[in-house]
């Protein structure tokens, strides 16, 4: 039992040991984990106080990064926006007025908007202020810092006029307080047309005129085409109308009527190019209105919210009158030319118009952007271009050609150009020596015939035969105009035919018979050639003064296209002035007869570039068909050549009995180059007489006839006698001589008489061989020994040789000298039954002339007048041929 109890107790000690063991470990334990926890909790209390100032740091090292991210963004934005701003408001819209300069836009180019001075952004830098107004708005301007309203309005009506071609931007003025004295330094713009000012009580006015100015524009510019001037202008790439701003400086309390007028503009103006900037009178809002108020601490521009703006000080006196100036010579000169390729047809569409209805080509630019054309057909007909020398008539008559030449054909268009001036505008139509291209529609030019009004004559005749020629083609085929003529014979050659002739005034000048032939198919042409496709262009620095167009207004009444250039005048209705205003390379196109309700303004192209003219000609030559033919060039100022005269290439031996020999003389004024021809048959008085003391064109009229007479016969078939009694004609006569051959005598003054010897015996002897006598200086055989008996053997010559076939051509130095050889006064002419006059009077003329008194002559170098009493009613003016090489 006990040592039970002993085992257990020992049991129980050795339990409790453990326990009491294990209590003392877990109580380590337990100190070592409150040890740790209190460590644990020192080092979390320590750690949190050390939380806020971490966190704090953080904080502000985040703050800061944000800061600068936030700046930098900023920088950006504002550095952007700058350079939105230099590219919205470029040039004289937005560059500081240290290094500013006009700087025009291209037409159809929006307006930029322009830089009234700099917004200030909080944190970044100053941007630049934009204020759209032109194409865009109206301006407010209001506060109470004078100074700054003052420049900004100044800045503002610089910059748009800097950013403008001159005339595009133009000021109407209301100044009531200072009297203009609101605008001064924009005053030289009022010379040329660009400022107007309204006095006191005048804005009512003003505001009328701009109201009825936008409706105008609505109504006959937009059309209902555009909504406004600048979409016009983007798709046309013209601006049609300049710019027009009303500046309105104060004044009393607009009326009713003028605030109904200042709401209709701020509602419709910008469209149409009109545009407000009032100082001091309250406008109701809109929103094409900007608001600026300039006050003591900054200025708000409405559009930029709360930004403050810091105004642009105001422009440089100097500088704004010196512009102003300088804008106000620029546009009184005249804007420049319009292109000449903006009147052509692009280059596959040549030659594609008919003319059958009418010829209609652009001219030049219009103010609604639109071409202004002009038409020759039925109606209207014929056109008269006036202007004073130096106002363009040549450029718009080129531009005209151009626009003519590369639409229509040569089939559809023939072209007759004449240019009475001293010059040679038209003769780059023409072949040349170095050019050897032409105009294929060119059938005639005429230069240089200032003192050969004859050409022109010539010219018309041309035209009458033509219309004579197509009214009875008309009849034959039973129509009445040109195009049911080309409907009902399209195999024919109907073409519509322009003849243009430059300073016609001078056809017309003086009261001879040229001029009363020359009005009376000038008036029939004008009258009749309508309706058979025959249209006349007459162009003239002024018809005021030309009489054979008095009395005569059914001529004048046909050409109801008027084109007044330039000061025109007489060329518009008496009452249409509209000519007068006009800046340079404009005209004013009307064809109501020059009445003002047909006014068109057009800018002319430049047209007179001659190597844009030598490209453009190359380019329809190479067009051409093959069988067309050169133009007839006519210059009054060259002398002609026997070897390149169609005549004389068409000569040739003819066979006996065939027909009379032919001498050509010299070159008729007229539109084929004809060649005048003296026929020597068998007949009494086939003698011909040259007259006058110019030895050269004497003999190169001899030596013409004799080089042609020649022609016609073969080696031996005629006789040619050359008798030389003039010294100074001695070297002409021995070239002919030597250019006639063998079949050639010559004749001095010792061996003449011999001639005159044989010559007469031969009269009693039956005609065998033609024999020409050649005589230079006829009359001084009366001073040679044995003269008088010489004379009485040229008499018989003359008398009975023609019906021998024995001609004499000579030349006697006087109309006296020559009727003293043929026996005095009182002695008969007809066996002269020709005669070229050179330096002799028409009166002393009159002894061989049909009508009393003589012909109408004057002589003029290296001109004659020739007449053939067998043909001629009338004397023919010619052209002797020049000395042959």
Same mark, same amino acid.
């Given at each position: 039992?006990?040592?039970?109890?002993?085992?257990?107790?020992?049991?129980?000690?050795?339990?409790?040991?453990?326990?009491?063991?294990?209590?003392?470990?877990?109580?380590?334990?337990?100190?070592?984990?409150?040890?740790?926890?209190?460590?644990?909790?020192?080092?979390?209390?320590?750690?949190?106080?050390?939380?806020?100032?971490?966190?704090?740091?953080?904080?502000?090292?985040?703050?800061?990064?944000?800061?600068?991210?936030?700046?930098?963004?900023?920088?950006?934005?504002?550095?952007?926006?700058?350079?939105?701003?230099?590219?919205?408001?470029?040039?004289?819209?937005?560059?500081?007025?240290?290094?500013?300069?006009?700087?025009?836009?291209?037409?159809?180019?929006?307006?930029?908007?322009?830089?009234?001075?700099?917004?200030?952004?909080?944190?970044?830098?100053?941007?630049?202020?934009?204020?759209?107004?032109?194409?865009?708005?109206?301006?407010?301007?209001?506060?109470?810092?004078?100074?700054?309203?003052?420049?900004?309005?100044?800045?503002?009506?610089?910059?748009?006029?800097?950013?403008?071609?001159?005339?595009?931007?133009?000021?109407?003025?209301?100044?009531?307080?200072?009297?203009?004295?609101?605008?001064?330094?924009?005053?030289?713009?009022?010379?040329?047309?660009?400022?107007?000012?309204?006095?006191?009580?005048?804005?009512?006015?003003?505001?009328? %005129?701009?109201?009825?100015?936008?409706?105008?524009?609505?109504?006959?510019?937009?059309? *209902?085409?555009?909504?406004?001037?600048?979409?016009?202008?983007?798709?046309?790439?013209?601006?049609?109308?300049?710019?027009?701003?009303?500046?309105?400086?104060?004044?009393?309390?607009?009326?009713?009527? %003028?605030?109904?007028?200042?709401?209709?503009?701020?509602?419709?103006?910008?469209?149409?190019?009109?545009?407000?900037?009032?100082?001091?009178?309250?406008?109701?809002?809109?929103?094409?209105?900007?608001?600026?108020?300039?006050?003591?601490?900054?200025?708000?521009?409405?559009?930029?919210?709360?930004?403050?703006?810091?105004?642009?000080?105001?422009?440089?006196?100097?500088?704004?009158?010196?512009?102003?100036?300088?804008?106000?010579?620029?546009?009184?000169?005249?804007?420049?030319?319009?292109?000449?390729?903006?009147?052509?047809?692009?280059?596959?569409?040549?030659?594609?118009?008919?003319?059958?209805?009418?010829?209609?080509?652009?001219?030049?630019?219009?103010?609604?952007?639109?071409?202004?054309?002009?038409?020759?057909?039925?109606?209207?007909?014929?056109?008269?271009?006036?202007?004073?020398?130096?106002?363009?008539?040549?450029?718009?008559?080129?531009?005209?050609?151009?626009?003519?030449?590369?639409?229509?054909?040569?089939?559809?268009?023939?072209?007759?150009?004449?240019?009475?001036?001293?010059?040679?505008?038209?003769?780059?139509?023409?072949?040349?020596?170095?050019?050897?291209?032409?105009?294929?529609?060119?059938?005639?030019?005429?230069?240089?015939?200032?003192?050969?009004?004859?050409?022109?004559?010539?010219?018309?005749?041309?035209?009458?035969?033509?219309? &004579?020629?197509?009214?009875?083609?008309?009849?034959?085929?039973?129509?009445?105009?040109?195009?049911?003529?080309?409907?009902?014979?399209?195999?024919?050659?109907?073409?519509?035919?322009?003849?243009?002739?430059?300073?016609?005034?001078?056809?017309?000048? *003086?009261?001879?018979?040229?001029?009363?032939?020359?009005?009376?198919?000038?008036?029939?042409?004008?009258?009749?050639?309508?309706?058979?496709?025959?249209?006349?262009?007459?162009?003239?620095?002024?018809?005021?003064?030309?009489?054979?167009?008095?009395?005569?207004?059914?001529?004048?009444?046909?050409?109801?296209?008027?084109?007044?250039?330039?000061?025109?005048? &007489?060329?518009?209705?008496?009452?249409?002035?509209?000519?007068?205003?006009?800046?340079?390379?404009?005209?004013?196109?009307?064809?109501?007869?020059?009445?003002?309700?047909?006014?068109?303004?057009?800018?002319?192209?430049?047209?007179?570039?001659?190597?844009?003219?030598?490209?453009?000609?190359?380019?329809?030559?190479?067009?051409? @068909?093959?069988?067309?033919?050169?133009?007839?060039?006519?210059?009054?100022?060259?002398?002609?050549?026997?070897?390149?005269?169609?005549?004389?290439?068409?000569?040739?031996?003819?066979?006996?009995?065939?027909?009379?020999?032919?001498?050509?003389?010299?070159?008729?004024?007229?539109?084929?180059?004809?060649?005048?021809?003296?026929?020597?048959?068998?007949?009494?008085?086939?003698?011909?007489?040259?007259?006058?003391?110019?030895?050269?064109?004497?003999?190169?009229?001899?030596?013409?006839?004799?080089?042609?007479?020649?022609?016609?016969?073969?080696?031996?078939?005629?006789?040619?006698?050359?008798?030389?009694?003039?010294?100074?004609?001695?070297?002409?006569?021995?070239?002919?001589?030597?250019?006639?051959?063998?079949?050639?005598?010559?004749?001095?003054?010792?061996?003449?008489?011999?001639?005159?010897?044989?010559?007469?015996?031969?009269?009693?002897?039956?005609?065998?061989?033609?024999?020409?006598?050649?005589?230079?200086?006829?009359?001084?055989?009366?001073?040679?020994?044995?003269?008088?008996?010489?004379?009485?053997?040229?008499?018989?010559?003359?008398?009975?040789?023609?019906?021998?076939?024995?001609?004499?051509?000579?030349?006697?130095?006087?109309?006296?000298?020559?009727?003293?050889?043929?026996?005095?006064?009182?002695?008969?002419?007809?066996?002269?039954?020709?005669?070229?006059?050179?330096?002799?009077?028409?009166?002393?003329?009159?002894?061989?002339?049909?009508?009393?008194?003589?012909?109408?002559?004057?002589?003029?170098?290296?001109?004659?007048?020739?007449?053939?009493?067998?043909?001629?009613? @009338?004397?023919?003016?010619?052209?002797?041929?020049?000395?042959?090489?």
């Amino acid at each position: 039992m006990a040592d039970l109890r002993a085992e257990l107790a020992a049991r129980i000690r050795a339990t409790l040991s453990q326990a009491q063991g294990a209590a003392r470990d877990r109580l380590r334990s337990a100190r070592a984990a409150q040890e740790a926890a209190t460590a644990r909790l020192e080092r979390t209390r320590r750690a949190a106080a050390e939380v806020p100032d971490r966190v704090g740091a953080e904080r502000d090292r985040r703050l800061a990064v944000i800061d600068t991210r936030h700046a930098d963004r900023l920088d950006r934005l504002t550095a952007a926006a700058r350079g939105a701003a230099a590219l919205a408001a470029p040039g004289a819209a937005g560059t500081g007025w240290d290094d500013w300069a006009p700087a025009p836009l291209p037409r159809g180019q929006r307006a930029d908007p322009v830089r009234v001075g700099e917004a200030q952004v909080p944190g970044g830098q100053p941007v630049p202020a934009l204020l759209p107004l032109l194409d865009s708005g109206h301006l407010h301007v209001s506060g109470a810092d004078a100074p700054g309203c003052d420049a900004a309005v100044s800045g503002v009506l610089l910059r748009c006029l800097g950013q403008a071609e001159p005339g595009l931007v133009r000021l109407a003025g209301y100044d009531p307080e200072q009297l203009g004295g609101g605008l001064a330094g924009f005053a030289p713009l009022a010379g040329a047309g660009l400022l107007t000012f309204a006095g006191p009580g005048g804005l009512g006015a003003l505001l009328d %005129e701009l109201v009825d100015h936008i409706r105008r524009i609505n109504e006959t510019v937009l059309a *209902g085409e555009h909504s406004s001037l600048h979409e016009l202008a983007a798709a046309t790439g013209r601006r049609p109308e300049p710019w027009r701003v009303a500046v309105l400086l104060g004044g009393e309390e607009p009326s009713r009527h %003028e605030r109904g007028q200042l709401d209709r503009i701020l509602r419709t103006g910008a469209a149409c190019g009109v545009h407000l900037v009032v100082r001091d009178i309250d406008l109701p809002q809109r929103p094409t209105l900007r608001r600026l108020t300039a006050d003591g601490d900054g200025a708000r521009l409405s559009g930029l919210g709360t930004l403050p703006v810091r105004l642009d000080p105001s422009p440089p006196a100097p500088l704004v009158s010196r512009t102003c100036r300088e804008v106000a010579a620029r546009f009184s000169a005249g804007p420049p030319p319009a292109l000449l390729a903006d009147l052509l047809p692009a280059a596959e569409q040549f030659w594609r118009e008919s003319a059958t209805e009418s010829l209609t080509v652009p001219i030049g630019d219009g103010a609604d952007g639109h071409a202004v054309s002009l038409t020759l057909g039925d109606y209207p007909p014929h056109a008269l271009i006036g202007g004073p020398s130096g106002t363009g008539k040549t450029n718009l008559i080129f531009a005209w050609i151009a626009a003519l030449t590369t639409r229509y054909s040569p089939a559809e268009l023939e072209l007759y150009l004449l240019d009475f001036k001293e010059g040679v505008s038209f003769a780059r139509f023409a072949q040349g020596r170095r050019d050897p291209s032409w105009l294929p529609h060119l059938r005639l030019v005429g230069i240089n015939v200032n003192t050969d009004r004859e050409f022109g004559l010539a010219l018309l005749r041309f035209l009458a035969d033509e219309l &004579r020629r197509r009214a009875d083609a008309a009849r034959k085929h039973e129509v009445t105009t040109l195009a049911e003529l080309r409907d009902v014979d399209p195999d024919g050659h109907w073409p519509r035919i322009v003849a243009v002739v430059d300073e016609f005034q001078m056809l017309l000048a *003086g009261r001879d018979a040229v001029v009363r032939e020359a009005a009376d198919l000038l008036e029939d042409l004008a009258r009749r050639g309508r309706s058979q496709g025959i249209h006349l262009v007459l162009a003239s620095q002024d018809v005021r003064g030309i009489e054979a167009l008095w009395g005569r207004p059914a001529l004048v009444a046909q050409f109801t296209l008027r084109i007044a250039l330039p000061k025109a005048l &007489r060329i518009l209705a008496e009452r249409n002035d509209a000519a007068q205003s006009l800046p340079r390379h404009h005209a004013v196109v009307n064809d109501e007869s020059g009445m003002a309700e047909g006014n068109r303004i057009a800018r002319i192209p430049n047209a007179g570039d001659r190597q844009s003219w030598n490209d453009l000609q190359q380019r329809l030559w190479r067009m051409r @068909t093959p069988d067309a033919a050169p133009p007839r060039l006519f210059d009054g100022d060259a002398v002609p050549l026997l070897t390149a005269a169609p005549d004389l290439r068409e000569l040739g031996p003819a066979e006996p009995g065939t027909g009379a020999p032919v001498a050509l003389l010299g070159e008729v004024i007229d539109v084929r180059a004809r060649s005048a021809r003296l026929r020597l048959p068998r007949a009494p008085g086939r003698n011909l007489a040259v007259l006058g003391t110019r030895v050269d064109e004497a003999c190169a009229v001899l030596d013409a006839a004799g080089r042609s007479l020649a022609r016609q016969h073969r080696p031996g078939a005629a006789r040619f006698s050359v008798a030389c009694l003039d010294p100074d004609a001695d070297t002409a006569a021995r070239s002919l001589f030597a250019a006639l051959g063998d079949d050639a005598a010559w004749y001095d003054e010792q061996s003449v008489g011999e001639l005159l010897d044989e010559t007469a015996g031969e009269l009693t002897e039956a005609a065998a061989t033609p024999h020409y006598l050649l005589v230079y200086a006829v009359d001084a055989l009366r001073r040679l020994p044995g003269g008088e008996a010489g004379l009485q053997q040229l008499r018989r010559i003359l008398h009975d040789g023609p019906e021998r076939r024995i001609h004499l051509l000579g030349w006697w130095r006087g109309v006296a000298r020559l009727r003293a050889d043929l026996g005095g006064p009182a002695s008969r002419t007809d066996q002269i039954g020709a005669w070229v006059a050179l330096d002799v009077q028409g009166a002393e003329l009159a002894p061989l002339y049909p009508g009393p008194g003589g012909p109408h002559w004057y002589p003029r170098p290296w001109r004659a007048l020739y007449f053939d009493r067998a043909v001629h009613r @009338t004397g023919q003016v010619i052209i002797p041929y020049g000395p042959q090489s």
